[in-house]
């Protein structure tokens, strides 16, 4: 009884795995976990056995297994010794799933061994004359992928033969094998990749046109010649392109227009007969008021990309954007939409990623006109979820639209950020923009210091400390005759700040001696209370206090001079108390530990023992930059081209948004290049046609009809005509009249049989009345029918 248990219990456990196991992998095609689970049972001989199978859903078992090794980079299965095992389903399996996971996989490896990967050509251009087309496309893309330089000629016989294929993914597969092929070879395949390039440009689908831009942008961007014949259907087609075709496409025209369409003409309003061109800079018009006159296939261009600013990807409206400011004049860059869409773009947290982008180009649009983004002043104001990218930008763009009407307002706003923000790069271009607030007027640079003075003895950061320095810098500088009051805080502050850096002090010390030019009387004693703790200064201040030492002494031989009247006057310097100063901070210096301190207080004293005084003036008493880097311009502001530097653009962004120049050889037949070339139509080709087919057949004759003006004679009911492409007729139905249309049987008449009795019978036989009658269906067979036409 007990054995019995037993093995009707190890019965039903075995029969529970093989359960699981095979729900495991009925299941791997509903979702990856379960298949997840059955992969890591597959060993490396079950994978060889996998995909050696004859059997479809195995063999792309073997490859999901392949695929996710790849994926995890696993280094104890060495996939190389599954090449031959994996490419040679390229030709057996007939699964696109199947070839898609080869290629991925040839990829990989063809490189590492260029033998194999050459076996597998053979059977990669059999899928060529696949009747799949994605499959064919799938084969032109594994064969340019191979980067074999040997088979190059191979793939480029192949791409010739495909490039009048039907099917519109595999002459799209022709593009971007024509531009691998052109990145591995380059000048050597020019003469072969030009005419197909040609044939693609004028290619009557859509998506192979979007393809063909790819190329002609990344392998061929000079050659503006191309888009002669296609300009103004391309302008038509160009929303139908993909999203990032449109933004190669959109560059392409706006260099195009720049090169072979005529100038915007300027007409000034209040002097209708002054007629001017547009300047290449964008704010050098020299009309206050005027109309623009545009060139009909530029205005073409213009309604297109102005009809595009709604696209959902923001590299579109960049591009938009950046073909106005550079074909338009301020007023139409003004009064299109693209301002808002930019501005809109920047508070929108589905773009976050692309902010830093947007932001650059809103940066070198404000600089050379700020009127263009001052309505919209408040998109750039920061929130709590901006990076340090993302607010460096904003707080630039703040800084180009401070004016007196909101210098106020952006003030306040500027300094809750310095207050609150606890980054320092985000606190010092805060400061930055703060400083350029304070140049608007002298009242307020007088308030913007005392805030910043106030900050310094609350704050205890070092790195802050050092940037309040530098802004005062910036604001004395400015105004230097109205700063006597903060010199004497920062003095204060000087004395009493133990907290403040080497950095921060050498600030302090360089302005005094910048102030000693302004008002010389307190610059001495300040040097007096500095030279006691020399020694204990940090090595910034150190050097600083020399440099205040010889400047304060430069200053007193040009006062003396010119206190005496002559210009020739010999300086006494045994009796002078500042020289005495001077020299006690040099000889302190000559003992210093850093070589730097040693050897200019070693000059500056043999500068002034030797009374070289005008070269000592020239050294110290030159104006000085500014101390920091603000985004100030003044007004009007003349953009010049390539003049971006002082932006802090990123080198990438200063090379796009650079402006080129327009040709000035045009003439007045330019127009003529653009007349519409012959269109190449592959759907001639096609064996067969679908609903989508007969659908776009029936919106050519709606344009048809509509261009012709005969809405009156057609009718406004779709036609069910649909000729194929070698000129045959087909009447198409609707479900309803198909179904309207089955035949239905008729009934047919009852027939009435009179059987009656034969006298010679015998009498034992039992019958009934004399006459019966029996009714018979339509649905008897036939030999039944037979039978009761032969008993009447």
């Known amino acids: ?205 859509v998506t192979v046109i979007s393809s063909a831009v790819v190329l002609l942008k990344e392998a061929f961007p000079d050659s503006l010649e191309f888009l002669h014949g296609h300009f103004r259907r391309y302008c038509e087609i160009l929303p139908q392109l993909t999203q990032y075709s449109q933004v190669y496409l959109i560059d392409l025209l706006t260099l195009y227009c720049k090169t072979f369409v005529q100038k915007p003409v300027l007409k000034d309003l209040s002097n209708p007969s002054q007629i001017s061109a547009l300047p290449d800079a964008f704010n050098a018009v020299p009309f206050a008021t005027y109309d623009v006159v545009f060139d009909s296939d530029l205005e073409l261009f213009l309604q297109t990309i102005d009809n595009m600013l709604h696209s959902p990807n923001p590299a579109v409206v960049v591009s938009i954007s950046k073909a106005l400011f550079e074909l338009t004049p301020p007023v139409t860059f003004k009064n299109s939409r693209a301002t808002g869409v930019l501005a809109r773009l920047v508070s929108s947290p589905s773009f976050y990623s692309d902010h830093g982008i947007i932001l650059q180009c809103i940066l070198m649009y404000c600089a050379v006109d700020p009127t263009t983004f001052s309505p919209l002043l408040k998109k750039f104001f920061l929130f709590p979820s901006d990076d340090a990218c993302a607010a460096i930008y904003k707080l630039k763009i703040i800084a180009t639209l401070i004016d007196n009407n909101n210098v106020k307002q952006i003030a306040q706003e500027l300094k809750f950020y310095i207050s609150t923000d606890q980054r320092p790069e985000i606190v010092q271009e805060a400061l930055n923009s703060l400083a350029v607030c304070g140049t608007v007027s002298q009242r307020l640079s007088m308030h913007i210091s005392k805030w910043l003075l106030s900050q310094i003895a609350k704050s205890n950061a070092s790195t802050s400390l050092e940037s309040y320095v530098g802004v005062i810098r910036f604001l004395i500088q400015e105004y230097p005759s109205k700063h006597l009051g903060t010199m004497v805080h920062l003095f204060e502050t000087l004395r009493s700040g133990s907290f403040l850096s080497g950095s921060a002090k050498a600030g302090i010390v360089w302005l005094f001696g910048e102030f000693a030019t302004i008002n010389f009387a307190i610059c001495p004693d300040v040097l007096r209370i500095l030279l006691p703790g020399f020694s204990s200064e940090p090595k910034e201040t150190r050097i600083q206090i020399v440099l205040l030492a010889a400047k304060i002494l430069s200053c007193d031989v040009e006062y003396s001079k010119a206190k005496d009247g002559a210009s020739d006057a010999v300086y006494d310097l045994e009796n002078s108390r500042i020289h005495k100063l001077a020299q006690t901070a040099f000889y302190l210096a000559k003992f210093d530990e850093d070589f730097d301190i040693r050897d200019c207080a070693r000059m500056f004293s043999s500068l002034f023992e030797k009374q070289k005084f005008e070269v000592a003036s020239l050294l110290l008493q030159a104006p000085k930059p500014p101390s920091i880097r603000c985004m100030t311009f003044d007004a009007p502001v003349t953009f010049e081209i390539g003049s971006m530097a002082r932006l802090g653009l990123d080198h990438d962004m200063e090379d796009y948004l650079n402006p080129s120049s327009w040709n000035s050889d045009q003439t007045d037949k330019s127009s003529e290049l653009r007349k519409p070339a012959d269109l190449k139509d592959y759907s001639k080709f096609q064996k067969s046609f679908s609903s989508a087919s007969f659908s776009n057949a029936g919106d050519y004759r709606e344009s048809a009809q509509s261009r012709s003006g005969d809405s009156e004679k057609m009718p406004n009911t779709p036609s069910r005509v649909f000729t194929s492409s070698v000129g045959k007729k087909y009447q198409l139905q609707t479900l309803d009249d198909f179904f309207s249309e089955v035949p239905t049987r008729a009934s047919k008449p009852v027939r009435r049989v009179v059987i009656e009795e034969d006298e010679t019978s015998s009498e034992g036989e039992t019958s009934d009345a004399s006459t019966s009658e029996e009714e018979y269906s339509d649905d008897e067979t036939s030999e039944e029918d037979s039978e009761d036409e032969n008993l009447e």
């Open 1 to 205: 009884m007990v054995d019995s248990i037993t093995r009707i219990t190890s019965a039903l456990e075995s029969a529970r795995e093989l359960t699981l196991e095979a729900a495991a992998v009925a299941s791997s095609r509903f979702g990856e976990t379960s298949y997840h689970r059955y992969s890591q049972n597959i060993t490396p001989e079950g994978l060889r056995s996998l995909l050696n199978s004859r059997n479809d859903r195995e063999v792309r078992d073997g490859m999901k297994k392949v695929a996710s090794l790849l994926a995890s980079d696993d280094s104890t299965v060495n996939l190389e010794t599954y090449f031959a095992d994996v490419v040679k389903n390229v030709g057996l399996s007939t699964d696109i799933k199947v070839k898609r996971l080869v290629s991925i996989y040839l990829l990989r490896y063809a490189a590492k061994q260029p033998n194999l990967a050459l076996l597998a050509v053979n059977s990669i251009q059999k899928s060529l004359a696949d009747s799949d087309s994605q499959s064919r496309a799938l084969a032109l893309k594994m064969l340019s992928d191979i980067k074999i330089p040997s088979l190059y000629p191979i793939v480029l016989h192949s791409v010739k033969k495909a490039i009048t294929d039907s099917a519109p993914e595999v002459r799209c597969a022709v593009c971007f094998a024509l531009l691998k092929i052109y990145r591995e070879q380059r000048e050597h395949v020019v003469e072969d990749v030009t005419p197909l390039l040609k044939d693609l440009l004028a290619d009557s689908d």
